[in-house]
């Protein structure tokens, strides 16, 4: 079972910005693809964005697309998530998964996407003036 730990939520107004981060626990993300994830209170998971192996394909969920940025940083491990212009229906718990066995950053990102163990903890994003 992968473990992975999210961190980087908050307060922050309409129009601003936060920057989530990914990392694994015990083991390094850099082989793995990796998605980010958000489920608001009463409400379905939602992916994202997802990233592949490599950082040679990205997937964007529709709601997000020219906002978030999806990245790896290689010195520290990490996949990141920059989140700009932030709205009030971006507030929810963000979760982050990596997965070793899916093909493409599809098959991860669209659709419903069950990982092998468990989701963690995530990290709330509250967006509110």
């Known amino acids: 079972q992968l473990t992975v730990v999210e961190s980087g939520g908050g307060l922050v107004q309409p129009g601003g910005s936060l920057r989530l981060s990914c990392i694994g626990s015990?083991?390094?993300?850099?082989?793995?693809?990796v998605g980010w994830f958000r489920q608001a209170p009463g409400k379905e998971r939602e992916a994202i964005s997802c990233i592949s192996k490599g950082d040679s394909n990205t997937y964007y969920g529709d709601s997000v697309k020219g906002r978030f940025t999806i990245s790896r940083d290689y010195a520290s491990h990490t996949v990141n998530l920059e989140m700009n212009s932030l709205k009030p229906e971006d507030t929810a718990v963000y979760y982050c998964?990596?997965?070793?066995?899916?093909?493409?950053?599809?098959?991860?990102?669209?659709?419903?996407?069950?990982?092998?163990?468990?989701w963690g903890q995530g990290t709330q994003v509250t967006v509110s003036s």
């Open positions: 015990g083991f390094t993300l850099d082989y793995y693809t």
């Open positions: 998964a990596a997965d070793a066995v899916v093909p493409t950053v599809q098959a991860m990102c669209v659709g419903t996407y069950v990982p092998f163990g468990s």
